[in-house]
């Protein structure tokens, strides 16, 4: 089966969705504001087909079927925690799985969705790297994850999503194409205001010189995970190609844009990275860019032996960054009993489809 031709109206950015619902519309003798009606379907309402647009005559929604592509992801598994935290496992039209999690706290609920079938990044860490990289997203797969979560949130009463990281599958800077557009459509079409989407990244330098050119002000988290670079090319192999002291001028620059803050993620394993003397060069980064810290226990994964940081060692790393004048948090996991926490999205999936 080859790839539908029709355009995903979920993939094109607002201001592109309505001039090209209005040409259509134009072509065939209806009115323009129809284009804002259908606007309105796909970004303030779950219908997930042309046919549910009620106030649209029959033979348009008919039309719009054949000139446009609306879809979403099928949930393969959904899986709940414990911790009320819910794992969806989406299969894409073409069979690909990508993941996205559902977070509550409090009065928040924070969506983590992914930007790519896989990663090519490779930390070692992380359970996505492990199967390899299959495919970058389309911008209608990425904010698909959001309007189908939102769908399944509001009928679980879980109410609305207050907040977006692209923290799932993938390296988000690394598919800039797709990431760029889905940011737009995330704010401008659905909504969403920016300082509540967070874009994470372990350190794509071009990629962070491009978000600090934006007008919004999307959040940017860096998986830093060691202070020091011989140690960070331990953890992340793209450190050898964007080097600690690059990655930091490129911080400053998007530091520099105003507005934005940073978000140091810092997976503290056991004698890896979690050595007291790298506490105060970790808090000396941080400090330079006021940046928040995450300090997050490692989560077990397939086929690797490592153990979190000791709660002590942790607590001690806490102290020190908080003495200087970072501010920093301590991640309470969540969503391990269904490897939906940080580091373990799709491992054991696909561990149990190769089986």
């Known amino acids: 089966m080859g790839e539908d031709p029709r355009p995903d109206v979920l993939g094109m950015e607002p201001e592109e969705l309505k001039r090209r619902l209005a040409a259509h519309f134009e072509e065939r003798d209806e009115p323009r ?6 606007a309105r379907w796909i970004y303030r309402s779950d219908v997930r087909h042309f046919s549910e647009m009620t106030n649209i005559p029959v033979p348009a929604r008919e039309a719009l079927e054949e000139a446009f592509l609306l879809q979403e992801p099928e949930a393969d598994r959904t899986s709940r925690s414990n911790d ?10 073409d069979g690909e799985l990508v993941e996205s999690v559902l977070i509550p706290s409090g009065s928040r609920l924070t969506l983590c969705l992914s930007s790519q079938a896989g990663c090519a990044m490779g930390c070692t860490f992380c359970a996505t790297g492990w199967a390899g990289f299959d495919r970058q997203l389309t911008a209608g797969e990425i904010t698909a994850q959001y309007r189908a979560s939102l769908r399944w949130a509001r009928e679980h009463e879980y109410g609305p999503i207050t907040n977006v990281v692209y923290m799932g599958m993938g390296e988000p800077l690394a598919n800039r194409a797709s990431v760029h557009p889905s940011l737009t459509i995330l704010n401008r079409g659905f909504g969403l205001g920016a300082r509540r989407i967070t874009v994470s990244t372990v350190g794509v330098v071009p990629g962070i010189l491009e978000l600090a050119k934006r007008s919004e002000q999307f959040g940017l988290a860096l ?8 140690l960070r090319r331990e953890l992340i192999p793209l450190e050898k190609r964007y080097p600690l002291p690059e990655l930091m001028d490129a911080l400053r620059a998007f530091d520099a844009a105003g507005g934005r803050r940073i978000t140091f993620e810092y997976t503290m ?4 990275n979690d050595g007291p003397e790298l506490a105060p060069a970790l808090a000396e980064l941080a400090g330079e860019l006021r ?7 490692y989560n077990p994964i397939p086929y690797r032996d490592w153990k979190p940081s000791l709660p002590e060692r942790i607590e001690s790393f806490r ?3 908080e003495e200087r004048g970072v501010e920093v948090a301590v991640r309470e996991p969540r969503g391990r009993d269904i490897d939906a926490a940080c580091g373990q999205l799709r491992g054991n999936a696909l561990a149990q489809i190769g089986e």
Request: glycine fraction near 2%; charged fraction near 20%.
């Open 319 to 321: 102290a020190t960054l």
């Open 84 to 93: 009320g935290t819910v794992k969806h496992l989406w299969k894409l039209q």
């Open 291 to 297: 940046a928040f810290v995450n300090l997050i226990p």
């Open 33 to 38: 504001y129809r284009a804002d009606q259908v």
């Open 269 to 272: 394993i056991r004698d890896v």
């Open 223 to 230: 998986s830093l995970h060691a202070p020091e670079s011989e």
